[in-house]
């Protein structure tokens, strides 16, 4: 039985449902279009959220001015078979990880969300989702079709798809991109699939990351400023334009 619908469950929101559920609780989703922002999985708590399939069961923010769809702020998230969409903020449109939190995303698809600091002074980073020192686990996952735009006045965006950026206090992100996981068609100024700042990236089995596009560099598919990335098994990373990958200030593992 689902925990949560539109009428007739438990609870009507993602979010309350969060807020109500134990430690260690698995929330069930009910097919629908569940319209919330800043959805968050707090320090301390590990919830599990598990859609009915990609193509029915939809957590968006679509319509809100500014806000992420998810942020796990120091909690753990297992989350699966949703599509994350319709985000819009500076820091991890669709999804924001960050003070140490971790997030692990099977089956899911994260698309139409823009890091957008328009209005502001600020860069923006991670349209489709913000690695900021914690860490994400990608495994048959589809992040395609976001943007990191920056604010229109000198200040760039990173990480179309998604940003791993080290903390201020040095604490790096850690992404790992795993089984048939593909990241495509997204655009930053830096990084148009995938940007990181002193951090780590871990390419394998048949990860792809492929036909993103950067307007600064070379750094298309991949943009490293003094990060590590390793690649195995058959990952690849192709078609990105106007090339697949740049590193700067001593990054590593370009392909």
């Given at each position: ?15 309350t ?30 919830i ?12 968006t923010?679509?319509?809100?001015a ?11 998230l297992?989350?699966?078979?949703v599509?994350?969409s ?9 999804i ?12 899911v698809?994260?698309?139409d ?16 989702i ?6 994400l ?19 760039s ?9 080290s ?27 995938i ?7 871990v ?6 990351v ?10 298309g ?16 990373v ?8 740049q ?9």
């Amino acid at each position: 039985p689902c925990d949560v619908c539109l009428s007739g469950c438990q609870f009507a929101t993602l979010g309350t449902a969060i807020a109500n559920a134990p430690a260690g609780a698995t929330i069930q989703l009910c097919p629908s279009t569940y319209n919330e922002q800043n959805v968050t999985i707090p320090s301390g708590k590990t919830i599990r959220i598990q859609g009915a399939g990609q193509s029915s069961t939809f957590l968006t923010a679509a319509g809100v001015a500014s806000g992420s769809v998810l942020r796990v702020a120091g909690g753990s998230l297992f989350l699966s078979d949703v599509t994350v969409s319709g985000g819009k903020s500076a820091f991890g449109a669709g999804i924001h990880i960050f003070d140490g939190g971790s997030a692990t995303l099977d089956s899911v698809v994260v698309t139409d969300n823009i890091a957008d600091s328009t209005g502001t002074s600020d860069q923006s980073h991670g349209g489709g989702i913000l690695v900021s020192g914690g860490q994400l686990v990608l495994n048959n996952s589809h992040v395609n079709g976001n943007a990191s735009r920056g604010n229109g006045a000198g200040q760039s965006g990173f990480g179309g798809g998604i940003a791993v950026n080290s903390t201020a206090a040095g604490q790096s992100g850690l992404v790992t991109v795993t089984g048939t996981s593909v990241i495509n068609g997204n655009t930053a100024d830096f990084g148009g699939g995938i940007s990181l700042l002193r951090s780590n990236l871990v390419l394998q089995d048949n990860a792809q990351v492929m036909d993103n596009t950067a307007t600064v560099g070379t750094s298309g598919g991949i943009g490293n400023d003094a990060g590590v990335i390793a690649i195995s098994g058959n990952a690849v990373v192709t078609g990105n334009q106007p090339a697949n990958c740049q590193q700067d200030n001593g990054g590593t593992g370009c392909p």
